[in-house]
């Protein structure tokens, strides 16, 4: 009995395998990188080194390029975006939870100004 599609040879796999490994560290790389602008983006003008254009024109850069990235890139690396912050949401409402419930006093300011120590 013969298969209907026949194998790939390994060399075409492999090089599948490695241009689709590069595409999603392309990604991630600028995600990082179109994160880092959009927040120098938010600095107000004491904080800020170097003139808006800088960060505006490096956001919109990172765009541009992962919009050139194959869409199983992108569509791989936003759903691991999104898978680890449900996973972070429900170990942090977990984690507050227990500590809410472990205590039975009222949760307080540690410098409330009474001047005790």
């Known amino acids: 009995m013969t298969d209907a599609t026949p194998a790939q040879p390994p060399s075409r796999l492999a090089r599948k ?3 689709d490994a590069i595409g999603f560290s392309s ?4 995600l990082y990188y179109a ?10 003008e004491v904080q800020r ?9 490096g ?4 765009v541009l390029l992962a919009s050139s990235l194959p869409l199983a890139s ?3 690396g936003a759903a691991l975006i ?3 912050g449900v996973v972070h949401q429900i170990s942090s409402r977990r ?3 227990t500590t809410d419930s472990t205590t039975d006093t009222p949760r307080t300011d540690r410098n409330n100004g009474s001047g005790s120590s």
């Open 17 to 19: 395998d490695v241009g």
């Open 27 to 30: 990604f991630a790389v600028l």
């Open 35 to 44: 994160i880092a602008n959009a927040s120098a983006i938010t600095l107000d």
């Open 49 to 57: 080194r170097r003139s808006l254009a800088w960060p505006v024109a």
């Open 59 to 62: 956001l919109f850069g990172c």
């Open 74 to 76: 992108v569509a791989a």
């Open 82 to 84: 999104v898978a680890v």
């Open 95 to 97: 984690r507050a939870s």
